[in-house]
């Protein structure tokens, strides 16, 4: 969470970005880009110069400002319903940070990093798309040779990635979310983890 100082110096660059985008048309023009970027068949080079072609758009400081906020850990993002914005705005930045935060934030992990990640990382998040709840995730790159590549986790992480999407989908589920036969397949994988494992053990 931010202390005191830092809650009065993101309130000051949201709202400069929030004035930077209320011009006719802007909105949609930030939107368009970000749409073209996250589309792009060349997505690692136009999300390195991202940040430059908002700037030249929004201007300097609230360029840097949006692609901050888009990546920024959530618990901080937050804040940004506590400024007095435009309603219009507030919307907009919720939907992007749904839309392309996750994608975004890690491509500039990876690109930022020439050496590569070590290690691995999942990371999820339930996003509105479109009015559906879809859950986004994220594996962590690691650079072999200069190209990126999805690191091949071991069955304990597989399992936890299975654990933590049932955990974030449970509560927005409705009950005809599931048919019978994923309830089934569920409770059958279930019976079978555990007879594996204590068998094991």
């Not at 929030?18 to 880009?33: I, K, R, S, T």
């Amino acid at each position: 969470m931010l202390d005191h100082e830092e809650k009065f110096l993101f309130k000051e660059e949201i709202l400069h970005l929030a004035n930077a985008m209320g011009e006719p048309g802007v909105l949609d023009n930030v939107e368009d880009l970000l749409t073209d970027v996250i589309t792009s068949p060349r997505f690692d080079s136009e999300v390195f110069t991202l940040e430059r072609s908002l700037q030249v758009m929004l201007g300097p400081r609230a360029g840097t400002t949006l692609v901050g906020l888009l990546t920024v850990a959530p618990e901080v993002f937050d804040e940004v319903a506590e400024v007095r914005i435009p309603p219009e705005v507030h919307e907009r930045l919720v939907a992007w940070r749904a839309r392309f935060g996750l994608a975004i934030d890690n491509a500039l992990n990876f690109l930022n990093n020439p050496d590569g990640i070590q290690g691995h990382n999942f990371a999820t998040q339930v996003a509105h798309v479109e009015e559906r709840r879809v859950l986004q995730g994220r594996l962590t790159l690691v650079r072999y040779n200069n190209e990126p590549q999805f690191f091949v986790a071991d069955a304990s992480v597989f399992m936890g990635l299975v654990v933590d999407i049932m955990e974030r989908l449970g509560p927005y589920l409705e009950p005809d979310a599931v048919d019978a036969e994923t309830m089934s397949r569920l409770r059958d994988a279930v019976q079978l983890v555990e007879r594996k494992t204590t068998a094991r053990s």
